[in-house]
């Protein structure tokens, strides 16, 4: 089922990794994003730099908090060494922003707040690759 899109990012060649332990969440992200980019579920990090690695690379990855809570921030850096040029977003709870915020300074590039929307999670994913729809970036003084 294709839900509101536009012919020009259902042929975009780039593709997301959806990395979280929550399966739920995993298909929900999938699911929200297949029509309009090539999105992939992956439960591990490992899983997703063996994919990514042996594979094509990921243009974004949607990285679940709680990895960051198991493994620390410095799991951002490793996702930005391992995919030169990826953009992170993070996948969390409002009661894990905190952590979020702590990725956004290791390097992740910004959030998707729960409860997550089709509109929000399309809105955030055109945004960090620079594509028509996305939100308008703020620059902060």
Known sequence: MQIGVET???????????????EI????LQFMLHDEIEAHELATPEEAYAKGVDWLKPDV???????????GVGLVGD??????GVRV?????KA?????LQ???????GALVKPL??????????TVLGRAGGAALVQLA
């Not at 969440?25 to 929900?28: I, K, L, M, N, S």
């Not at 996702?79 to 030169?84: D, E, V």
């Open 103 to 109: 990725a956004l300074a290791a390097g992740a590039h």
């Open 79 to 84: 996702l930005l060494r391992t995919f030169p």
């Open 25 to 28: 969440t995993r298909a929900a």
């Open 96 to 100: 894990e922003e905190a952590l979020a």
């Open 61 to 71: 990855v949607l990285l679940g908090a709680a990895f960051l809570a198991e493994r």
């Open 117 to 126: 929307s089709l509109a929000d999670v399309r809105r955030k994913v055109d």
């Open 89 to 93: 977003l993070i996948v969390c709870a």
């Open 8 to 22: 020009a990012k259902a042929v975009d060649q780039r593709r997301v990794f959806v990395v979280d332990q929550d």
